[in-house]
């Protein structure tokens, strides 16, 4: 039977490990039993030693690796990480979740980047984890762990407010009943077999809750888990005079991969002589469109063409240029941790445009600012703050059609428009040509020099 440390290491069979091993001094020295379940794993491939972590430390890192790649990496191969999905790595994969739960807390808190990815991927690891048992030892484990994790047998929907709170599980994936959530078949039988017509009641339990559901709620519950105990290390830590250089420089570590993912897996190659890389903007490649909308806008399609159009297109022009030659979803936090580009660069040039409306947008509709925080995914908030991020989606920009169909005001093409459906499409061709150009002018200017 497979842990239940492996899947929930927040576990009371989780914290026991820990709680053995004893201080994290050795979690740096190479572990001969670590590496040797790694090499071992039944699909593992290692194509050289780098592959194989040596200590807790190590093993830490491929975790927070793995997620990275896999989010961010079209040619993510799985089987550089099977370890992970090993079950003989329990005691090692809680130490290093500990670690990293630590870490983060230490240095970040529970409303960075960090702690994000690190929560997503415990429960996309539990996913998978899950994935590779039999039937019947899958739902022995939930079974299990979920007894653990519920207080009782009648949970009232308040009992979940935290995580309908951070969005990780909404109510209308629940069954309720009298204020209460059903997950137990006994408890769905007899509660709504007098009330189904038709069907048979177990079929409507399989089809309403079952094994998905169940799963459902005990992924999401340690994910949340995951984020509190962060918290709590975060607190703990404001309290302390010094905290541990390893789990400091664990700390660094973890930002070190995250942004060697984005750096090196989520700039996609263009088409327009090489790849289209996040950098500075250029106003000199931005199409017409945007180019009417940085003027200023009368009243008529001001509120639609600063929220709606230009908000995509800048911060997407900034931050993701990639995003359709790509095609891997991301956050803001993703390309920037800070938010420092969104506040420094991205929003004032939106509120530029604002304050040249006529009249100014902000002024004579301040709510505005809200739905323009939607809009980069920071859900309706006045500010964007990463604790908020996810609560809405970052919007991609809007195509030539919908421009032409929404705003039409704004569509005055010239040449280039016409081999491009979408205005980002527009810049990353352009940024090309106006870089080779501006490369040319520098060449003939040297000549001159000489």
């Known amino acids: 039977m497979v842990s239940v440390a492996f899947i929930n290491p927040l576990s009371d069979e989780g914290k026991m490990i820990v709680r053995e091993l004893g201080e994290f001094d050795g979690v740096l020295s190479e572990n001969d039993d670590l590496m040797s379940i790694v090499t071992e794993s039944r699909s593992q491939e290692i194509s050289d030693d780098s592959f194989i972590p040596r200590s807790y430390f190590d093993l830490a890192l491929k975790r927070i690796e793995w997620y990275a790649k896999k989010k961010n990496d079209r040619n993510f191969d799985h089987k550089q990480y099977d370890f992970l999905f090993n079950p003989d790595i329990n005691k090692f994969d809680v130490i290093a979740f500990f670690l990293l739960c630590q870490a983060i807390g230490v240095k970040y808190g529970p409303n960075s980047r960090e702690s994000r990815v690190l929560v997503e991927s415990q429960g996309k690891l539990i996913e998978n984890r899950l994935g590779k048992l039999s039937k019947i030892e899958r739902n022995v484990l939930v079974t299990n762990i979920l007894n653990s994790l519920l207080s ?9 407010e935290d995580l309908i709170s951070s969005k990780k599980l909404k109510l209308h994936e629940l069954i309720l009943d009298s204020g209460e959530i059903i997950l137990d078949k006994d408890d769905f039988l007899e509660r709504f077999s007098h009330k189904i017509q038709g069907r048979k009641p177990e079929k409507m339990y399989e089809a309403l809750i079952g094994d998905r559901i169940k799963e459902l709620v005990m992924i999401k519950m340690v994910m949340q888990n995951t984020e509190n105990y962060i918290r709590q290390v975060g607190e703990r830590s404001n309290r302390e005079i010094e905290p541990n250089p390893i789990l400091l420089e664990l700390a660094d570590k973890i930002s070190e991969v995250l942004l060697a993912s984005v750096q090196t897996f989520g700039q996609g190659s263009g088409g327009y002589g090489g790849s289209v890389k996040a950098s500075a903007l250029n106003p000199k490649a931005f199409p017409p469109c945007v180019k009417k909308v940085m003027e200023g806008m009368k009243s008529g399609g001001r509120n639609d063409a600063i929220i709606m159009f230009l908000t995509p297109f800048i911060s997407y022009a900034r931050l993701y240029p990639a995003v359709f030659s790509e095609n891997i979803t991301k956050q803001i936090s993703d390309v920037d941790p800070t938010l420092s580009i969104i506040q420094n660069e991205i929003l004032p040039l939106i509120f ?6 006529s ?24 500010n964007p703050e990463l604790k908020n991020e996810g609560e809405t989606t970052w919007y991609t ?47 003939v200017e040297e000549d001159i020099k000489d």
């Open 359 to 382: 009249p100014p947008l902000f002024e004579d509709q301040p709510q505005d600012k809200v739905n323009l925080n939607a809009k980069l995914g920071f859900g309706m908030h006045q």
């Open 397 to 443: 920009p809007m195509s030539c059609e919908k421009v032409k169909i929404h705003l039409p005001s704004l569509c005055k093409p010239d040449e280039t428009c016409k081999k491009i459906g979408n205005p980002l499409s527009y810049y990353n061709r352009k940024i090309w040509v106006v870089k080779k150009e501006s490369k040319a002018e520098s060449a």
């Open 152 to 160: 009782s047998a009648h949970i009232k929907w308040t009992f979940f």
């Open 352 to 357: 530029g445009a604002a304050e040249r409306c």
